[in-house]
C-alpha cells in the first residue's frame, strides 16, 4: 500500500517569511497524483495545491508552490511571505492513477508567528 | 464558491446505538467519499461511491458501515452499532467525473461513549 510520511508534526515560521514543509511518499506506480491540503482551526479541509507526476514542472498557486522530486519521491511544499492566516494543519496526499482513494500523511501544524 | 456540508458537526452517541452521519456534496459532482481521522492520527480512507454503488472500499469499511444516497443531493454513512473505536472526525468528499481532486466537508466528529 502507499505510505505517506510527514516528518515534521510542528513548525512556526515568522511572519513574512518563508517554510518549507516537506513529505515523502512510497509507491511503485508511476503516474499519481500529489495534493497539500490546510486544514485551518474550523476544520474545513483546503485544497492548496496539486501535482500530476507525469509533470516536471514544479506547481504553483501564488504564494504556494511545491518542490517535485519524483526519483526521490518528495514532494516539498514552500509557503513564500506567509501570513497569520496561513496557520493551520496542513496534509499531503497521495492518489494513485488507478482509483481514487487518498492516502494522507499524518499532517504538519504550522504556526505562524506575528 | 460550492463546498461540501456536513451535518451534525458533533454527535454523541451511547456504544451500540446506531448513527448516521449526513452530507451534502457539492451539486454536480458524482464521485462520493468517506473518509476518518481518529484523534492524532492520518486521515484514512473508508469508501468511495459512484452511480449509486460502492466503487472502493477499505478493510476500514466492515459490515458494520454502510453508505447510501437516499435523495439527489444528501450523502449518508451509517454506523449500525456503534463501538468506542468508531470515536473519531468524519469526513465526507466530493469529486467531478473524470477529475482526481477531492473536495472536503467540515467533518462530523462522532463520540462514541
Known amino acids: 500500500a502507499q505510505t505517506v510520511t510527514q516528518s515534521q508534526p510542528e513548525m512556526s515560521v515568522q511572519e513574512a517569511e518563508t517554510v518549507t514543509l516537506s513529505c515523502t511518499y512510497d509507491t511503485s506506480e508511476s503516474d499519481y497524483y500529489l495534493f497539500w491540503y490546510k486544514q485551518p482551526p474550523s476544520r474545513q479541509m483546503i485544497l492548496v495545491i496539486r501535482?500530476?507526476?507525469?509533470?516536471?514542472q514544479n506547481a504553483t498557486e501564488n504564494r504556494f508552490s511545491v518542490n517535485f522530486q519524483k526519483a526521490a519521491k518528495s514532494f516539498s511544499l514552500k509557503i513564500s511571505d506567509s501570513q497569520l492566516g496561513d496557520a493551520a494543519m496542513y496534509f499531503c496526499?497521495?492518489?494513485?492513477?488507478?482509483?481514487?482513494?487518498?492516502?494522507f500523511g499524518t499532517g504538519t501544524s504550522l504556526t505562524v508567528i506575528p | 464558491e460550492p463546498e461540501v456540508t456536513q451535518t451534525p458537526s458533533h454527535q454523541v452517541t451511547q456504544m451500540g446505538q446506531e448513527v448516521i452521519l449526513r452530507c451534502v456534496p457539492i451539486?454536480?459532482?458524482?464521485?462520493f467519499y468517506w473518509y476518518r481521522q481518529i484523534l492524532g492520527q492520518k486521515v484514512e480512507f473508508l469508501v468511495s461511491f459512484y452511480n449509486n454503488e460502492i466503487s472502493e472500499k477499505s478493510e476500514i469499511f466492515d459490515d458494520q458501515f454502510s453508505v447510501e444516497r437516499p435523495d439527489g443531493s444528501n450523502f449518508t454513512l451509517k454506523i449500525r452499532s456503534t463501538k468506542l473505536e468508531d470515536s473519531a472526525m468524519y469526513f465526507c468528499?466530493?469529486?467531478?467525473?473524470?477529475?482526481?481532486?477531492?473536495?472536503f466537508g467540515p467533518g462530523t466528529r462522532l463520540t462514541v461513549l
Open positions: 496526499a497521495y492518489r494513485g492513477n488507478t482509483g481514487n482513494q487518498f492516502y
Open positions: 468528499a466530493s469529486s467531478e467525473l473524470g477529475t482526481d481532486t477531492q473536495y
Open positions: 451539486s454536480n459532482h458524482l464521485y
Open positions: 501535482q500530476e507526476a507525469y509533470k516536471q
